[in-house]
């Protein structure tokens, strides 16, 4: 089985991303926790996904039949805009597990860049390939009768800074977490990504105060867990 650091970049499936997918429109959190639809996402603000703004990406490999690898799980493959800027290899999505009886969901980040129009993306579990799906972002009203060139000469000069790629997409939340608490002196970015990351709430999924966007438990949830276990 293909370790993350064997997968193919993005560049391997140029072919199927130059025919531009279909839209994806988002479903409802039911349909997409059922695994009838493999994606779900959603954004600090409870707004459509918007250049310039912050986006938590959610995706069931169930709703596609598409097994976890045992080692790394579902790899993230994707980039903005045409031609795919920031694809380079797979990076591998944070797990959440959700019990027993239904299988795990993978979660990554993504930090829109300002003249990012869309994203396209596939997923992976370093053999099978699901994909490419295409989201599109809306973009500031000033700029809505750009031409895409317009948009791709942004986005090269955004992302043209060093570390630019991994601060837009970064799938690696627990080691943010992890590192802002033992780091007492963060760099200004430093403390911009753990600000960014820290999302307190209800992080049991047998629980109706779940937060599926959590990644720091505030015991919200755990009146409601511990009535569960007496009964």
């Not at 993005?10 to 199927?16: F, N, T, Y």
């Not at 994606?39 to 938590?56: A, D, Q, V």
């Not at 370093?126 to 750009?146: E, H, I, S, T």
């Not at 403390?191 to 820290?198: A, E, F, K, S, T």
Request: proline residues 10%; glycine residues 8%.
């Amino acid at each position: 089985m293909a370790r993350p650091d064997q997968w193919p970049p993005l560049a391997a499936i140029m072919s199927i991303c130059f025919f531009v997918p279909c839209r994806y429109v988002l479903p409802s959190w039911a349909m997409f926790e059922l695994g009838k639809a493999p994606i779900y996402w959603k954004t600090m603000n409870g707004l459509p996904p918007t250049s310039g703004e912050k986006l938590k990406l959610f995706y069931n490999p169930a709703a596609k039949m598409l097994v976890p690898n045992e080692d790394f799980g579902i790899g993230f493959n994707g980039g903005f805009n045409q031609p795919i800027m920031c694809g380079g290899e797979p990076r591998a999505m944070l797990r959440k597990a959700r019990g027993k009886a239904d299988p795990p969901i993978y979660t990554i980040q993504i930090c829109i860049p300002k003249h990012a129009v869309n994203l396209i993306c596939s997923f992976t579990n370093g053999v099978d390939w699901d994909g490419p799906y295409r989201l599109q972002f809306q973009v500031p009203k000033a700029w809505q009768n750009r031409p895409i060139e317009f948009f791709n000469e942004g986005l090269a000069q955004e992302l043209s800074k060093e570390g630019a790629c991994e601060k837009a997409i970064f799938p690696d939340t627990s080691i943010v977490i992890t590192r802002c608490a033992m780091i007492g002196n963060l760099s200004i970015e430093g403390g911009d990504r753990c600000n960014l990351d820290l999302v307190p709430g209800c992080m049991d999924p047998g629980s109706h105060l779940y937060n599926p966007l959590a990644n720091v438990d505030d015991g919200s949830c755990s009146i409601d867990s511990d009535v569960e276990s007496l009964v």
